[in-house]
Structure formats: C-alpha cells, structure tokens
C-alpha cells in the first residue's frame, strides 16, 4: 500500500518578470515524515513555501498541499496546515494565554477545546509559572517552543517551519527538534527550511535548492553516498560549488 502523499508539487515555477524565483521543481511528501528544504539565502525557499502555504500563486505547474491545490482551494488549504515563520508571529503586548487563545480562535477552535489544548500545552511545557507572562518578557527560545506548539494547536496535517531555530543556543534547538520528532509521532508531517546542516541530519529526507531548483534529494545517507562526504556541510558545499 502506497503511503499517504500531503505535499505533491509538479513542475512548480514562480517568475517574477524574467526572473524565476523557483524553476520547474517536483516532489511528493509523505504523512508523518519530517522533510528537510535546505538552501543558501536566495536559493528560492521561501519563495516556495510562500507558494505552498497559499501566500504566493504559482506562475505554472500545480501543487497540492494537505489535498487542497494551492492556487484555487487556499481557504481549505489554510484550515489543514500550521506555519511558523523565521520571526514568529506571537503578539508581544499579549500573554502566553492571551495567545493561545486568540489563535486558537483563528483555527476554528471551540472555547472548550481552546481551554484544553492551553492547559496541556502549560503542562506539556512546564509554562505553568510563565503563563499569564508578556510574550514580550518571555526569553528568545521560549518564544520558539511556544510558537511551534501553538503553530499545530489545531493539529495541522502538515506544519511548515521557516528557520525556526534560528538564533537560540544548542540545547534550545534540541529542545524544539525534541518537539517536532513528538509531532511527527503524532502524524503531523514536517517541513523544515534551516541554516544549520547539523540539523538537516535530523531529517527523514532532504532537498536542497541552488538557483530556484531541487539540486540534490534523499535521505541523509543517500546524500553523503552521493557525494563522498562525511557530513552535511561537505554536501552543501559540493552541490553549492
């Protein structure tokens, strides 16, 4: 039996004028793996996930996300994914509480389902001390953790998380990677874009973008057979060349 596919992209492309931002790619992601998007500054990621959460129309090609094709289905598309940007969108002048229960309003949430999922994500967190705490006054990779679990509060099909570690120490960033492998474990398929090839070992699989286009795909092993390297950063830096 063929696992469940939640991202299939054919041929997608965004040009900006004669510019293509991204340029023709393909692939398929499965329910519950966590799918590493790896590229330089201006390779074109976030042009594609910009595509995939239904921010951005493609120019050509097609693409559906979570079942729902991206261009003509975005509201249903909305409802059925998470998305955590590289600053985070957590309401500083709110409380940790304040923001749980605002987006979980936006999710469609129902007040008791709201009251539920924030009493288990406190204890889940152990935030019980920090709760009715300004975001505002809340440290950087608390910030991180609260974001992402309120990004799949409503139990997303697939949550997309844009650099989410970006500029927490070391064992923050295990922390939050401890969060999404719990996720994962839960059927929440992951799409990940980061800077720190340490962590693109983490991955189940890997793509990495070169100019606006898929320039190496597979498996963390796969790669490293692929191009004779002993780590991640010997693959970035061949396929980059």
């Not at 393909?26 to 042009?47: H, M, P, Q, R």
């Not at 997303?156 to 990677?177: A, M, N």
Request: hydrophobic fraction near 40%; glycine fraction near 8%.
């Amino acid at each position: 039996m063929e696992e469940e596919k939640v991202i299939e992209v054919k041929n997608l492309t965004k040009q900006f004028g004669a510019f293509k931002a991204v340029n023709n790619i393909s692939f398929d992601v499965k329910k519950g793996e966590i799918f590493g998007f790896l590229g330089a500054n201006g390779a074109g990621k976030t042009t594609a996930i910009k595509m995939l959460t239904g921010i951005l129309s493609s120019s050509s090609g097609e693409a559906k996300v979570a079942g729902y094709d991206i261009n003509s289905q975005r509201d249903k598309l909305k409802e059925n994914i998470g998305y955590m940007s590289q600053k985070f969108s957590l309401y500083e002048d709110l409380t940790l509480k304040e923001n749980v229960k605002f987006y979980g309003g936006i999710y469609g949430l129902s007040n008791n389902e709201i009251k539920n999922k924030t009493q288990e994500m406190i204890t889940d967190l152990g935030l019980e001390d920090i709760q009715d705490t300004l975001i505002s006054d809340i440290p950087l990779g608390w910030k991180q953790k609260i974001a992402f679990s309120i990004a799949v509060l409503h139990h997303p099909k697939i949550v997309f998380l844009d650099e989410p570690t970006s500029g927490v120490d070391p064992i923050t960033r295990r922390q939050f990677w401890n969060l999404i492998y719990q996720a994962a474990a839960d059927g929440i398929t992951v799409f990940v874009t980061t800077h720190y090839m340490d962590e693109a070992e983490y991955c189940n699989r890997i793509s990495m973008m070169v100019e606006g286009e898929i320039a190496a795909m597979g498996t963390l092993d796969e790669l490293l057979a692929k191009y004779d390297a002993k780590n991640m950063d010997e693959v970035f830096i061949k396929i980059a060349r």
